[in-house]
């Protein structure tokens, strides 16, 4: 402890001759949807370490016995508390200004500290008696993210930080272990991949899964490897004081695969001196052939993020329903096939050490069933990056993120729009950060996409995207007299009605709704819950109440609103057959169905005519 602190005040003095880092200084205003990290001004900090501190950690070593998350106490002495007292969670360990880059604005005052903590509690947490005795003993959850942790306290509270004490540092037995494997359809319907996130450089260990059938030899199949640096961000905080080293990225394509057949798996990699490293074993089923009559399930949601178990972060109140949402899935992991996650991923904003917790807290769906992604605003705006909004809600992301830490079967991962199928659906993902509007690249691929399917194999037929292409009664879209993303029926709708899009479903806004089946801003079918035969139109689904902090509606509700919920939930899909689908929505609270209409038609009421959506004929015999 005693040289800790010296390195520390060896570091503090020679601030002035480091090179400086270029300045972000987030708001500290509490602002609900304002990402925790962003209200620690962490340049802002001072050196005023306390000998007669101390904060202290239980234990040196995690994951001995091969987990990748564990409890962590942790025990704080302070001889002059208060309630602004609070605790960083660091990550690499050693978070000194020596760790920080060179800028190019030399007039900027150089900080002390130039790197977020990965998390932070205040540490008063579960006991009000610290502000009195000083003392208190929190417990934090870790998760393997491929280096070592440090604790601190500081006083001064967010805005002022003054670093008091810091702990001996702690890591994970196996540091580098291969973790937290996401499944993805593939380009076919006979591949899945598999991306997994590891401290393994090609250079040190190749990469692998070794997979096949219960009771058969298991067979190998290679993967490839991504990374990224900081340059590849294209501003702060993901650039400065949200960057951390995001490990490696590997992806294997298992080929060949049997229709509904479940699959055993497992990532390793194989080290240079001939020794392997194993992660534990996972299964996934595999898809169905397309047009394939079985019962089929997919969860669709938004805007769901990622929350922290052990409470840190959360007096922000950022994204109180995720852990639900999550749980909710993993309790019911047997009733579902496929999930679709549809823009704003993680809310990471920048900090990127949140990707790893959000695959760590999603990882029980996304290792057993595909978990496919959109890309939303809080991924890839940035201004002058490319993106269809000049906004910068991806704090400096602009994509790269996402795009490297998912796959997703798209011709160029840097354009988000893709199609799947499974079995009797058939999906077309858009990406509505890039321009969607006729004439655009993006409007050309989802015309070939929804023209593309057979509809007497696959008679279910869903677009998706992140914002609001179609209706929604939000306020903010009601402010703009659009009720719905600007531009974005009135490019899109002609291609649904066309080709007969039984449902469109979105995020961005954090609310469930549901319009009737409609055409030009007209329901085109009086029925609520129960559909048969011709629908005539496509049925418009807000699911963006994943987690984040929930949206208000507008006060006026339009006459095409059938459904309306301002809580936190997900859609659930279940094909039984080529002229059956259900529809429900859950909340995330007790996963109990709160809304829910069926479709039951023949092949022939998917070809009979509708307005605007009738193929041409000849009076010729």
Not at 39 to 52: C, D, E, G, V
Not at 79 to 86: K, R
Not at 302 to 310: L, N, P, V
């Amino acid at each position: 402890m005693v040289v800790l602190y010296y390195f520390l005040c060896i570091a503090f003095a020679l601030a002035s001759s480091i090179i400086q880092a270029v300045a972000y200084i987030p708001s500290t205003n509490n602002v609900i949807g304002e990402h925790p990290l962003s209200k620690i001004n962490i340049y802002k900090t001072t050196l005023a370490l306390n000998h007669s501190a101390s904060i202290k950690v239980s234990t040196l070593v995690l994951g001995l016995k091969g987990e990748d998350t564990e409890w962590v106490s942790v025990d704080l002495v302070h001889p002059q508390p208060s309630t602004e007292d609070w605790v960083g969670v660091f990550s690499p360990a050693n978070f000194n200004s020596a760790t920080c880059p060179p800028v190019d604005e030399s007039e900027d005052q150089t900080p002390y500290l130039c790197t977020s903590p990965i998390k932070y509690k205040y540490a008063n947490d579960s006991s009000s008696a610290y502000t009195n005795t000083g003392i208190n003993a929190l417990k934090f959850q870790l998760i393997n993210q491929r280096e070592d942790f440090s604790f601190a306290l500081f006083s001064g509270g967010l805005s002022n930080p003054k670093l008091i004490a810091v702990s001996s540092s702690i890591t994970f037995a196996n540091p580098k272990a291969p973790l937290y494997p996401r499944l993805a359809l593939g380009k076919s319907w006979d591949l899945m991949t598999v991306t997994w996130t590891s401290g393994y450089n090609i250079t040190e260990a190749a990469p692998f899964i070794e997979w096949g059938l219960k009771g058969e030899i298991k067979v190998k199949s290679p993967a490839g490897t991504l990374t990224f640096d900081r340059n590849s961000m294209c501003g702060a905080p993901a650039r400065t004081v949200g960057w951390r080293d995001p490990g490696f990225i590997h992806t294997s394509f298992l080929k060949d695969l049997w229709p509904n057949y479940m699959y055993f798996y497992r990532m390793g990699h194989l080290l240079s001196n001939g020794s392997y490293i194993w992660s534990k074993y996972y299964k996934f089923k595999s898809s169905p052939f397309p047009g394939q009559e079985s019962l089929q399930r997919v969860i669709i949601f938004g805007d769901m993020g990622k929350a922290e178990r052990d409470g840190s972060n959360e007096y922000s109140n950022y994204q109180p329903g995720s852990l639900n949402t999550t749980d909710q899935l993993v309790k019911d992991l047997s009733n579902i096939d496929l999930v679709f996650h549809i823009g704003d991923i993680t809310y990471a904003n920048g900090y990127i050490s949140q990707w790893d917790q959000f695959t760590a807290q999603v990882e029980p769906i996304a290792s057993t069933v595909p978990y496919m992604i959109a890309s939303g605003n809080h991924e890839r705006d940035w201004p002058n990056s490319g993106s269809f909004y000049d906004g910068n809600d991806s704090g400096g992301e602009c994509g790269v993120l996402a795009e490297t830490m998912f796959y997703v079967p798209a011709e160029n991962r840097a354009k988000f729009w893709y199609s799947t199928d499974y079995g009797m659906f058939h999906f077309c993902i858009a990406d509505t950060e890039h321009d969607w509007r006729e004439g655009s690249e993006q409007h050309k691929f989802i015309e070939q996409c929804l023209a593309s399917v057979d509809r007497q194999k696959q008679p279910w037929l869903i677009f998706a995207a992140h914002r609001v292409l179609g209706y929604s009664s939000t306020s903010g879209y009601d402010r703009e007299g659009s009720f719905g993303e600007p531009m974005g029926r009135e490019s899109l709708q002609k291609l649904w009605q066309k080709y007969k899009v039984d449902i469109a479903f979105y995020g961005h806004v954090h609310n469930y709704e549901r319009v009737c089946p409609i055409y030009q801003n007209q329901c085109v079918n009086t029925e609520k819950h129960d559909y048969s035969g011709r629908v005539n139109g496509t049925i418009h689904v807000i699911v963006g109440g994943g987690g984040s902090h929930l949206s208000n509606y507008s006060q006026v509700i339009p006459k095409w609103t059938i459904y309306r919920d301002s809580d936190f939930g997900f859609g659930k899909l279940t094909a039984f057959n080529h002229s059956s689908l259900l529809f429900e929505y859950k909340k995330s609270r007790d996963g109990k169905v709160y809304d829910s209409f069926t479709i039951s038609r023949d092949y022939r009421d998917v070809l009979a005519c509708v307005h605007d959506g009738c193929e041409a004929t000849t009076s010729a015999s």
